[in-house]
């Protein structure tokens, strides 16, 4: 059975993921994180209430929708080991009550494995590199059950606030780093950087 799944990167604040959803009418979507840290002039309260709608989608459709966590939604739970640019204090303001956070994190995970005709898929929002799961003594299955934490900061074995080393996390790798170091036997999607090209992709996923 043919499945309809849309991927959507960055949303930044933007509403455009309402949109897109109506138009295509997918089976599953997923979300690639950065919900917030506008680059386009949209308020702290625009963004989180934009976010607020998201988490209501991912509600109503518990089972079709992928929420993934990116460095800017870390970032704005007031992790420290997240700080980087793009901070809204009345977002941070928001993101970091306890019973806020509790909600985002329960709805939302850091990577999502599947398979498509045999070929295996893990979707992030920067990309997983094989030092990185060396250094965090992580498995690819095991991501998920782990609590946010330095590991998922770009304070690892080395400072890197860019993201360039090879052993960056999956929030945080950039893609010459990811496209050299990533974890083998495993197609990649991912956000976090922008490239040329159209967004969102879409795949059609056969069951």
Known sequence: MNKKTIILGDIHGRTIWKDIIEKEQPDMVIF????????DNISGDDQFTNLVEILDYKEVNKDNCILLRGNHDTQ???YYWASCSGLFHTV???MSDSSFKEEFLYKTQ???TTSVKDEKYIFSHAGVSKEWLKWAQFDIQDINNQ???EKFGFNGPSWDYCGESEAQPCT???PMALSC???EGWNQVVGHTPV?????ASLTMEN
């Open 32 to 39: 690639l994180g950065d919900y917030v840290s506008t680059h």
């Open 76 to 78: 704005h739970l007031g």
């Open 92 to 94: 941070r303001n928001y």
């Open 110 to 112: 850091w990577v999502y």
């Open 147 to 149: 609590q946010p934490s």
């Open 172 to 174: 945080w790798i950039r």
């Open 181 to 183: 170091h990533a974890v």
């Open 196 to 200: 040329t090209g159209n967004c969102p």
